[in-house]
T-cell receptor, first 115, second 116 residues
Framework: AQKVTQAQTEISVVEKEDVTLDCVYE???????LFWYKQPPSGELVFLIR??????QNEISGRYSWNFQKSTSSFNFTITASQVVDSAVYFC????????????FGTGTSLTVIP | GAVVSQHPSRVICKSGTSVKIECRSL??????MFWYRQFPKQSLMLMAT?????????EQGVEKDKFLINHASLTLSTLTVTSAHPEDSSFYIC????????????FGQGTRLTVV
């Protein structure tokens, strides 16, 4: 079974629109971490955020915000006022402490911001 | 955050040759390293997990004789793709995790391998 589900394969928005990338995860561990990474065409993974399972506070960083809800096992990512430079593939990932901290990645959401 | 350096970033090799990819933790001791492979437009899939000084644990379907992993020190793990074929062309990325207190792993920059 897929531990991390990103249902949106591709999203296109017009510049300055807001966009939310969905992420749903599945785990039986009580201690785990959730991540979002950005992967531009060059390939490297750009770390965006890490959240541990005990911290459900939402976080805002500039135009980025994250909504972590354990009740629905979701960790959604919103980009406000999107820009062309936001175009990339975004991966949500789960790291389970009891499983040795290997990462389980979602299938990624390819975001295209149209100027 | 901790730094993981992966080298080379890009490599092109001829079919039948072997290629070695290095993954180094620069400012911490990596007790565990992970190797992932990513095919175009796909997600990252775990290939193997290595602990310093012991044999790597490979995921189902990954040929251990083809993808040799050595984690000889607490700061270096290597992945050698032996007798590479065009179907091995992919993006390979490592991640490293430290010991006590570090609950997550850090990623290298990745290596794009092209076998011609």
């Amino acid at each position: 079974a897929q531990k991390v589900t990103q249902a949106q394969t591709e999203i296109s928005v017009v510049e300055k629109e807001d966009v939310t990338l969905d992420c749903v995860y599945e785990t039986r561990d009580t201690t785990y971490y959730l991540f979002w990474y950005k992967q531009p065409p060059s390939g490297e993974l750009v770390f965006l955020i890490r959240r541990n399972s005990f911290d459900e506070q939402n976080e805002i960083s500039g135009r980025y915000s994250w909504n972590f809800q354990k009740s629905t096992s979701s960790f959604n990512f919103t980009i406000t006022a999107s820009q062309v430079v936001d175009s990339a593939v975004y991966f949500c990932a789960l790291s389970e402490v009891e499983a040795g901290n290997q990462f389980y990645f979602g299938t990624g959401t390819s975001l295209t911001v149209i100027p | 955050g901790a730094v993981v350096s992966q080298h080379p970033s890009r490599v092109i090799c001829k079919s039948g040759t072997s290629v070695k990819i290095e993954c180094r933790s620069l400012d911490f001791q990596a007790t565990t390293m992970f190797w992932y492979r990513q095919f175009p437009k796909q997600s990252l899939m775990l290939m193997a997990t290595s602990n310093e000084g012991s044999k790597a644990t490979y995921e189902q379907g990954v040929e251990k004789d083809k993808f040799l992993i050595n984690h000889a020190s607490l700061t270096l793990s290597t992945l050698t793709v032996t007798s590479a074929h065009p179907e091995d062309s992919s993006f390979y990325i490592c991640s490293a995790k430290g010991g006590t207190g570090q609950g997550w792993a850090f990623f290298g920059q990745g290596t794009r391998l092209t076998v011609v």
